[in-house]
């Protein structure tokens, strides 16, 4: 069974960091690129990132330029978001898709993945 399962999520006040993780398994090859994601209730989903396979290729949205950062482990089958600076507007729930292609589509933060994970709540508060 296909998974991808994230975690690492909580509650931060804002400057601070977070990592999460994005553990794939059930991929019987490449689980290829990976997106994050975040979505607030009632605004559209946002592309937050995008790792090619190999890692050597990333893309970042605007918001997030600079702060975060995203890495994968592919002998663990894990792809991190790291977040450090944290905004009160980071608050969403952070969610990871991929459709086993090994690049990050050029239209990544819209396209639709055929796999997403449940996702993981970020709060920044004060």
């Known amino acids: 069974q296909v998974q991808l399962v994230e975690s690492g999520g909580g509650l931060m006040q804002p400057g601070g960091s977070l990592r999460l993780s994005c553990l794939a398994s059930?991929?019987?090859?490449?689980?290829?690129?990976i997106t994050w994601f975040r979505q607030v209730p009632g605004k559209e989903r946002e592309g937050v990132s995008c790792?090619?396979?190999?890692?050597?290729?990333?893309y970042y949205a605007d918001s997030v330029k600079g702060r975060f950062t995203t890495s994968r482990d592919n002998a663990k089958k894990v792809v991190y978001l790291q977040m450090n600076s944290l905004m009160l507007e980071d608050t969403a729930v952070y969610y990871c898709?991929?459709?086993?292609?090994?690049?990050?589509?050029?239209?990544?933060?819209?396209?639709?993945?055929?796999?997403r994970g449940q996702g993981t709540q970020v709060t920044v508060s004060l």
């Open positions: 059930g991929f019987t090859s490449d689980y290829g690129a």
């Open positions: 898709a991929t459709s086993q292609i090994p690049y990050c589509p050029g239209n990544w933060a819209k396209y639709r993945y055929n796999y």
């Open positions: 790792i090619s396979s190999s890692g050597s290729v990333t």
